[in-house]
C-alpha cells in the first residue's frame, strides 16, 4: 500500500480524545491538529516529542485535513492508523503471504454476517469453500520483537472472536489475522494482563476451530507493505 502523496514530518504534542493529535510540523513550525484514526490506548506510540509522518488531504468537506500515520518508536517506524489493516492483509492474501488461505475464487471485503457484523475478508470458492477472515491491527512493543494484542480493553474483539466460532460450528473456515504494523517485531503474544475476556475468548475460539495466523510489515513514509509471516506464540 503505497501512500498517494508525500507525507509531511513533524513532532507530536499529544494525543487525546481517542481521535485527535496536536503535531508542530518540521516544515513551518506550525502546530496543527490532526485525526487520528486509532482507537486504541497506542501504549508506547504518544510519547510527547515524537517524530511523526502525516498525510494530508484536499478533501474540502473533511473537518481535519491532516492525518496521524507513522510513529517513531523504540528506532522504527510504526504504522498507526487502523483503517489501513484490512487492504494490507487483502493485498498480503492475494500475493501469497498466507500460504493457508490461499486457492480461493473470490475475495468480498465489509461482508454482512452474525449479528449484526460484517466481516473484514471473505474467501469463497476453491478447495477450502467458505473462509471467514478476521483481522485485527497490532502495534504494541513492550518487549524488544515481541507484538502484543490487545493495547487495550476490547469487548468488540471478544465478540468478533464468538461469531468466528459460530461460522465454524456452521460447517465453514474462519481465521484471525493478526497485522503487526511494525517492522521490529518477529513474534505475537496475547497482552492477556490488558484484557483477561479477550484471552478467554481467544482461547475459547481456538477451541473450536478458528484458526490463527499473523504478518508484518513494513513501514516508511512511502509505504506500507507486508513482507513476512510473524509467528504466534499463543
Excluded at 79 to 103: M, R, S
Excluded at 130 to 156: C, I, W
Excluded at 172 to 196: N, Y
Aim: aromatic fraction near 6%; proline fraction near 5%; charge should be negative.
Amino acid at each position: 500500500m503505497k501512500f498517494p502523496a508525500p507525507l509531511q514530518t513533524g513532532r507530536l504534542v499529544k494525543r487525546y480524545k481517542r481521535f485527535l493529535a496536536d503535531i508542530i510540523l518540521d516544515a513551518d513550525g506550525s502546530e496543527i491538529t490532526a485525526h487520528c484514526a486509532n482507537p486504541g490506548s497506542m501504549l508506547g506510540l504518544k510519547e510527547p516529542g515524537s517524530r511523526v509522518w502525516v498525510s494530508v488531504s484536499d478533501n474540502p468537506k473533511r473537518k481535519l485535513k491532516h492525518s496521524f500515520e507513522i510513529i517513531e518508536a523504540d528506532g522504527a517506524l510504526v504504522g498507526i492508523n487502523t483503517a489501513y489493516p484490512n487492504k494490507l492483509v487483502e493485498e498480503g492474501i492475494l500475493a501469497g503471504a498466507i500460504p493457508e488461505l490461499a486457492g480461493f475464487e473470490t475475495l468480498r471485503r465489509e461482508v454482512k454476517y452474525g449479528k449484526n457484523s460484517r466481516i473484514d475478508i471473505l474467501l469463497e470458492g476453491g478447495s477450502h469453500g467458505t473462509t471467514y477472515v478476521e483481522v485485527k491491527n497490532v502495534h504494541l512493543m513492550r518487549q524488544a520483537g515481541l507484538a502484543e494484542f490487545p493495547d487495550s480493553v476490547t469487548a468488540r474483539g471478544a465478540k468478533h472472536l464468538a461469531e468466528l466460532s459460530d461460522m465454524v460450528a456452521e460447517g465453514h473456515r474462519a481465521a484471525m489475522v493478526f497485522l503487526v504494523q511494525r517492522p521490529d517485531c518477529d513474534r505475537l503474544e496475547l497482552a492477556d494482563d490488558i484484557d483477561p475476556n479477550y484471552a478467554e475468548a481467544f482461547a475459547a475460539a481456538r477451541e473450536a476451530g478458528v484458526e490463527v495466523y499473523a504478518i508484518g510489515c513494513s513501514v516508511t513514509p512511502q509505504a506500507i507493505e507486508v513482507n513476512r509471516a510473524v509467528s504466534v506464540d499463543i
